[in-house]
């Protein structure tokens, strides 16, 4: 007898999800066949602010493309533009950017560990998890005065300078950070309950990876070696890291590969405080930028690209954004045939999904 | 201040950018902590008693907040969650954005911050409480019964029909119509 089909919406409201995305899933049984993702419940229209806000404003705008990822949003826009103005930031401006960079994705790896927890139902080591985050937050905090949303980015360097004293004070939290990690390290990565939730969940093998078009972790996880940081933007060619990989290819490798680079980015900004040079923050700008760039960078969720469209005027023509979480989403529709219904959420979780960015 | 009740949390962003969200999640988290007043995040609405609502209203997610708004019980507390969800904020001027929170449902606690600081949300939601035994003190003696999205609509824009204001009213129009 064939069995029958039905079809259960996921989301766009839905516990495991702090953000709004609806898949409708086409069920056999407890099998899902096919998943249809539907996106635009967040949608602002960012990228049209660039005609209502002029170019210096505009850095504060694409920070808040995604409260997440924020400073790498600001990052991109400013490199733009700063290309097409031919500026070229001082050293510290630049180890300073990559230092509050690496910051930045240490917290949303936390994050998302603190949600993968909660999505396969372990609610302590959520908590647990998102103890640690705090950390990284208070040091955002003493650098930069925010906790999610830094605006500390400029056109030409930063608002501020991070005085050697607070950058200091960073090393010994860093080692706590990651005594706290290693600690929950052991439960993601070796407890059996967590392992029959997370081992051959969700199977993406190499090559599928590579013409779905997957980015950052999610592409690492099933073993291509690609990282936009080693293009070596801001100061990342003075820095030394290696890109983590793992062969899984299943939600475990990508638990992997995310806990790991927590511990590389620790490890990238003991250099940077070790070898960031004392001098200004800040080159003054003239004039209004013509022309256009494109730039990638690394964003915690994996490669994001950036045009901007400048016609010599106050306001830019045009800027696009183009972000990880839209790349992952064909892959998350083809990792989603063939599973229980219950491991769905444990595998939405697992692309990180971050739907402001991609909805902007 | 005594607290009557266990109140359960609703979370939904609307068109934030994340950041609340977050902050949201993170108020819950072992820092703040607000499990210690009996507070949990609930993922029903059937079962919540706060609202909280982060970013602004757009065409697509309206109806998802009005939705979610009229599946919760009485006596139930809206809180607008940051910048945005007050009244727009920085998208304020996006073709998309309607205004904030209070365009489709009635809000009764306005968080501002941007984006906003765990500590605000707390004193918003122990605002919240106090507004919640109040309202269900009345509900107790038959005074009170809270709008539903539609009477809400119909008191703020009269007609029905027009319920909803258009997108482009924050917007330029032309430039709708071209995106």
Same mark, same amino acid.
């Given at each position: 007898m064939a069995s029958k089909r039905s079809v259960i919406p996921f989301g766009p409201q839905h516990p495991v999800l702090p953000e709004p995305i609806h898949i409708d899933l086409i069920t056999e049984d407890e099998k899902v066949v096919e998943a249809v993702p539907s996106i635009g419940f967040v949608h602002r229209g960012l990228e049209h602010l660039v005609t209502k806000k002029d170019f210096g404003e505009m850095v504060y705008v694409a920070e808040r493309i995604c409260g997440i990822c924020s400073f790498g949003h600001g990052y991109g826009y400013v490199n733009a533009v700063e290309h097409i103005m031919g500026i070229e930031p001082t050293q510290r401006a630049k180890y300073i950017r990559t230092l509050l960079f690496e910051l930045s994705r240490m917290h949303s790896h936390i994050l998302w560990l603190g949600l993968m927890a909660d999505a396969f139902g372990f609610e302590s080591l959520f908590m647990e998890t998102w103890k640690h985050r705090e950390r990284v937050l208070d040091m955002l905090e003493w650098a930069? &005065?925010?906790?999610? #949303? $830094?605006? #500390?980015?400029? !056109? &030409? &360097? !930063?608002?501020k300078d991070v005085p050697d004293e607070i950058l200091k004070s960073f090393l010994p939290e860093l080692d706590k950070i990651e005594e706290g990690i290693r600690a929950c390290e052991k439960a993601f990565l070796s407890d059996p309950a967590v392992l029959s939730r997370l081992k051959g969940v969700g199977y993406l093998s190499k090559e599928d990876a590579i013409s779905l078009g997957c980015e950052g972790p999610f592409l690492r996880a099933s073993g291509v070696a690609r990282d936009n940081r080693m293009r070596g933007y801001a100061a990342y060619k003075d820095v030394d890291f290696d890109i983590i990989t793992s062969d899984d290819g299943d939600s475990y490798g990508r638990c992997y590969v995310r806990i790991q680079e927590i511990y590389q980015s620790a490890s990238i900004i003991r250099q940077c405080i070790e070898k960031i040079p004392d001098e200004g923050i800040y080159v003054p700008i003239k004039g209004f930028p013509n022309g256009e760039y494109m730039t990638v960078i690394e964003q915690p969720r994996g490669g994001a690209c950036y045009y901007v469209h400048a016609? &010599? +005027? +106050? $306001? #830019?023509?045009r800027m696009r954004v183009r972000t990880p979480t839209f790349a992952n989403i064909p892959a998350l529709a083809k990792t989603l045939q063939g599973c229980d219904v219950a491991d769905v959420p444990i595998l939405v979780v697992t692309i990180d999904p971050c739907i402001s960015c991609t909805e902007r | 201040m005594k607290i009557s009740k266990s109140p359960w949390l609703l979370h939904y962003d609307?068109?934030?950018?994340?950041g609340c969200d977050i902050e949201v999640l993170a108020a819950t988290t072992p820092r703040f902590d607000v499990e210690r007043f009996g507070i949990i995040n609930t993922g029903n609405p059937r079962h919540a008693d706060i609202f909280l609502c982060t970013g602004g209203v757009n065409s697509q997610n309206q109806d998802v907040v009005r939705q979610i708004y009229d599946q919760m019980p009485d006596p139930k507390v809206v809180l607008a969650c940051g910048i945005c969800a007050c009244d727009g904020g920085i998208f304020k001027d996006c073709y998309n954005i309607l205004g904030g *929170?209070? *365009?489709?449902i009635p809000v009764d606690v306005y968080v501002p911050g941007c984006a906003v600081r765990p500590e605000a949300l707390i004193d918003g939601v122990v605002k919240a409480l106090k507004i919640l035994d109040e309202k269900a003190e009345k509900m107790k003696k038959g005074e009170y019964r809270s709008l539903t999205s539609d009477e809400y609509a119909e008191k703020l824009y009269g007609d029905p029909q027009e319920a909803v204001p258009e997108a482009s009213a924050s917007g330029d129009k032309e430039e709708k119509n071209a995106g």
């Open positions: 930069t &005065g925010g906790r999610v #949303i $830094f605006s #500390i980015m400029r !056109l &030409g &360097g !930063l608002r016609s &010599g +005027k +106050k $306001f #830019i023509e | 609307g068109s934030s950018c994340n *929170t209070d *365009t489709v």
